[in-house]
């Protein structure tokens, strides 16, 4: 029997939230599985995986073949080079935290408070008789020259 590790979608039809499962390869996509080792969230920022190493890598030594997106997460993980003997990738963007969210917004908090510009615009604003004289002006010019 030869087992593949693939991707069971879920989800709603525009928010698709995978887990990673080890599968016999004539099932269908969303059919039964043997184990779930992870899950795959594409749609967060950064993109959520959570990989089971250790079951990822019984399954890889006893021959389960994972399918191309599956072999592209377990290298963003290292669980690929760890079965080939390869050294590990840079490590994943760990999704960001009240504290570093708060941290940021105090940074421009700070930022802020040292700036003394009052938000006008650059180019001044044109007032009503100012553009009533420029069409006189044109209106003049033109009966001139005629």
Known sequence: MAVKIKLKRLGKIRQPHYRIVVADAR?????????????????????????????????LSVGAQPTEAVLAILKLT?????????PAPAPLLQPETKESKRRSFDEFAKALEGDDTKGEAITPKAKKA?????????????????
């Not at 996509?29 to 990822?56: F, K, Q």
């Not at 290292?78 to 390869?86: P, V």
């Not at 009533?132 to 001139?144: Q, V, W, Y």
Request: aromatic share 8%; proline share 3%.
């Open 27 to 59: 099932t269908r996509r969303d059919g039964r599985a043997i184990e779930e080792i992870g899950i795959y969230h594409p749609t967060y920022n950064p993109s959520r995986i959570e990989v089971n190493a250790e079951r990822a890598q019984y399954w």
């Open 78 to 86: 290292g669980d690929w080079q760890a079965h080939k003997g390869l």
């Open 130 to 146: 100012d553009k009533k004289a420029d069409e006189a002006a044109a209106d003049a010019a033109e009966s001139t020259e005629a």
